[in-house]
């Protein structure tokens, strides 16, 4: 008879009995009831539970869903930027696979807590040393989850080259990373490769309408699009963002979303670029001064997005580069910490030196 759900072949050779060493790695996320409690942050509340939760990449988790389905799992390396659903679509995959047995059958390891190859190795093989349960007549192969991939030394990924090829059998690996350069490229191909592209604002803005509705929100059409703006496809940044402006505001507007994460609002930015394009040195420092301490922001900040506006007005280029090149030395010299009121003044320099210019090029 087929099995219900039949998995990989596995050789039993080691198996044995006795219960499985998953207490090292982070396994809070491998839970397969779905988290239900008010102090729950919402990235976690809100975690795609199934693939079908999963929101953009459609190609990649249906690629992944068939090979899993059709007993063809390959190794996995996933890779992408922060908060685009990495850690969520290797989950998800795993509960369908294994249903109420997903504590037994997967170890997730965080490299960047287990750094030590030996730690990792003496885990891995406990694991999948270990009696395999069956889903019907066959032993499943198991899942290792190796999050945060990038964060192992050179040293440990060519141990774990080794590691892979040894369980290979019994146990499936699923790489999980943001840098895929950091990664080796033996380790990198003995893995099918998935990119995870930052989400793009139509998805970012369809799973936060699912959340307001959810959490029966007050949110303005201009909150939401601050939100999306602000989290530049990361999805996580996007529900954090909701929800911090949540607790600290009724309704969530854009200024209340700007308020809450510390931003410069893009009228401010606006009124900024006009007084250092317009004003006395003297009053734009006064005035500069007193919207950033009203509104409580960095001027690390302001310069990244002025700097934004500068590529967006009419300029000869050479008067554009020359302004851009002193905001990144600003930039530069409050990375170390300089003081914010003489780069204040260093960035309306700039700004007067520009406009002679500009009134140079036009003579
Ligand atoms: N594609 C997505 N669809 C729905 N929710 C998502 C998606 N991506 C991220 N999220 C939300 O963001 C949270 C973090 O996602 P996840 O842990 O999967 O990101 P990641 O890509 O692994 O990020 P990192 O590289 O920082 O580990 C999830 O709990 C979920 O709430
Ligand atoms: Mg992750």
Not at 169 to 191: D, E, G, H, M, Y
């Amino acid at each position: 008879m087929a099995e219900e759900i039949s998995l990989m072949e596995i050789d039993d050779e080691e198996g044995t009995s006795g219960s499985l060493k998953t207490d090292k790695g982070k396994n809070v996320a491998v839970s397969a009831a779905p988290p239900d409690s008010k102090a729950i942050p919402w990235v976690e509340k809100y975690r795609p539970q199934s693939l079908d939760d999963v929101a953009a990449h459609r190609d990649i988790v249906e690629t992944i869903d068939r090979l899993a389905s059709g007993n063809r799992l390959p190794h996995l390396l996933l890779y992408g930027p922060p908060g685009t659903g990495k850690t969520s679509t290797v989950l998800a995959m795993a509960r369908k696979l294994y249903g109420n047995q997903l504590q037994n059958m997967v170890l997730e390891l965080n490299a960047s807590d287990d750094r030590g190859i030996d730690v990792v190795r003496q885990q891995i093989q406990d694991f999948a040393s270990t009696q395999s349960i069956s889903f019907g007549a066959k032993p499943a192969v198991k899942l290792v989850l190796l999050d945060e991939a990038d964060a192992m030394t050179k040293d440990a990924q060519f141990a774990l080259r080794r590691v892979i090829e040894k369980y290979t059998r019994s146990t499936r690996f699923a790489l999980i990373c943001n840098n895929v350069n950091k990664i080796i490229p033996a380790l990198q191909s003995r893995c099918t490769r998935f990119r995870f592209a930052p989400l793009d604002s139509v998805h970012v803005t369809g799973r936060l309408k699912h959340v307001i509705s959810s959490e029966g929100l007050d949110v303005h059409e201009n909150g939401l699009k601050a939100l999306v703006r602000l989290s530049n496809g990361d999805m996580r940044k996007a529900l954090n963002i909701l929800q911090s402006t949540h607790m600290a505001s009724q309704q969530i507007t854009e200024e209340a979303v700007y308020l809450c994460t510390g931003n410069p609002m893009p009228k401010d930015i606006e009124q900024i670029a006009h007084w250092l394009l317009n004003e006395s040195f003297l009053t734009s420092h006064k005035r500069i001064s007193e919207i950033k301490s009203r509104k409580g922001l960095a001027l690390v900040d302001i310069l990244r997005e002025v700097t934004m506006f500068v590529f967006r007005i009419k300029m000869p280029a050479e008067v554009r580069i020359q302004l851009i090149n002193e905001m990144a030395d600003i930039e530069y010299r409050l990375s170390l910490a300089c003081n914010d009121k003489l780069q204040l003044g260093s960035l309306i320099s700039a700004f007067t030196r520009a406009r002679a210019s500009l009134v140079a090029a036009a003579k």
